[in-house]
């Protein structure tokens, strides 16, 4: 089956960039008609859609992280990577990976890393 695996500091402090990366494995990121995307949830929370890196190389950003937030990928290491910049004390949240068919919901998720942000 899919495996995907986070990765990245657990910890930033606030106006820095976080940086998560997912390794997928048993899978292909350009397989059509998946799309590998990040979902946070702020502790007491519920999940947040942050964006998403369609197997065609298209990209969708939720219009609340959209100034913030990037989202590339190497098909080379079969990995896709999170950059949230300028992270405040509301960032603080544990950060996933998921994999959906296009319009569907997710089907693999990663183990999900906590960052916590602390000046």
């Known amino acids: 089956q899919v495996q995907l695996q986070e990765s990245g500091p657990g910890l930033g402090k606030p106006s820095q960039t976080l940086s998560r990366t997912c390794t997928v494995s048993?899978?292909?990121?350009?397989?059509?008609?998946?799309?590998w995307s990040w979902v946070r949830q702020p502790p007491g929370k519920g999940l947040e859609w942050m964006g998403v890196?369609?197997?065609?190389?298209?990209?969708g950003y939720s219009l609340s992280l959209k100034s913030r937030t990037v989202i590339s990928r190497d098909t080379s290491k079969n990995q896709f990577s999170l950059q949230l910049s300028s992270v405040t004390p509301e960032d603080p949240a544990v950060y996933y990976c998921?994999?959906?068919?296009?319009?569907?919901?997710?089907?693999?998720w990663g183990q999900g890393l906590p960052v916590t942000v602390s000046s």
């Open positions: 998921p994999r959906a068919l296009i319009a569907g919901p997710p089907d693999y």
């Open positions: 048993n899978g292909s990121i350009s397989a059509s008609y998946y799309g």
């Open positions: 890196r369609k197997y065609d190389g298209t990209i």
